[in-house]
């Protein structure tokens, strides 16, 4: 049984006669009307919390591009702003917390992170109710690591030193910081599908830097608990999982974690897709530098991409997200490109 949407249809492992695609980030400063209403909203928490502003900017490259895909505009730090550990978002420079400690692990607050994520799950119910029935409502969260690296860092950083430290330290700590995310994340995707969203995916950004006992037990088991969790309440959730920089580690994610579908990072080698399960579909994978570049050296790459996946169920999309300064007209080339093939 197929239903209307051909991106859902491909997370369910069928290939359609159409190649879905959608862009990581879609929605973004690339875009001179996210600009203009990113303008008017205040900071960008401000934008996240605001069902009215947050749908229009979610539909906002619909209206534009011919995509199959609406990604609900939010953030992964949300849930640990609902937590109770407040995010700024620093002009430039990225989010800031007020680093976690031992004891603030206990005071995170599972009940109030439910009522702050209320505006969002608003969202995802006006974007629903403005969609065409022919695209796929993708909802998402952050995986609990990688959430948890902005949590004990306090900001982002290149090789999660703080976080990698802090698990190694104090397991017991970290094991309850994982546990309260992967409980905050399974009833947050809960709450996005009961209000639409078709199918979810798992932002693991920050899967690098981790020998394969760490990853099995911070990425791996925290995804594997959270698709089972979140199946728990909603039968047969479609799941994509997007472990960025997980390498070598991929095939055992996939195994492991029961996502429906893996999304690779423009790092992954086409070949490498040999080596996952036989059936299983792949999103990606194309550098966003490429598309940022333009001309015929990214559509060559991306009929690679293309041919290479042809056996499989693929959604195409970038390997990482759109780059602000990426010209508007590079996009409509690539999505033409990806039709045309
Ligand atoms: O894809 C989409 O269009 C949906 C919206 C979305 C945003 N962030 C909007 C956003 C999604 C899915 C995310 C996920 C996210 N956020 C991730 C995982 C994906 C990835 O890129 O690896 C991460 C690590 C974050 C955390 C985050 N949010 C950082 C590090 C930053 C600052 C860096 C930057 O690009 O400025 C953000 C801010 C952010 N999230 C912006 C947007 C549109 C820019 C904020 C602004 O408009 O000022």
Redesign the pocket.
Known sequence: MTSTKPLLDTVLGRRGDRLPIWI??????YLPEYREL?ARAGS?LDLCYNPELAAEVTLQPLKRFDLDAA???????VIPDALGQKVR?ETGE??RLEPLTVGRIGTLDLEGAHEGLAPIIETVRRVKAGLAPDKTLIG?C?SPW?VATYMIGGQ?SSDQAAARTFALTQPAAFARLLDVLVQASIEYLAAQMRAGADVVQL?E?WAMNLDEVAFRDWVIEPNRRIVEGLRREIPDAPVIGFP?GAAGNLPAYAKATGVNLLGLDYGTPLSFAEQLPAGLGVQGNLDPLRLLAGGAQMEARAEQIVTAFRNRPHIFNLG??IVPETPIGNLERLIAKVRSL
């Open positions: 990581m980030r879609q929605a973004g400063r990113r960008f990604i609900l505009f939010s953030d992964i730090l978002f990225g989010p998402f952050g990688t982002g932002f950004s960025r990482h997200g």
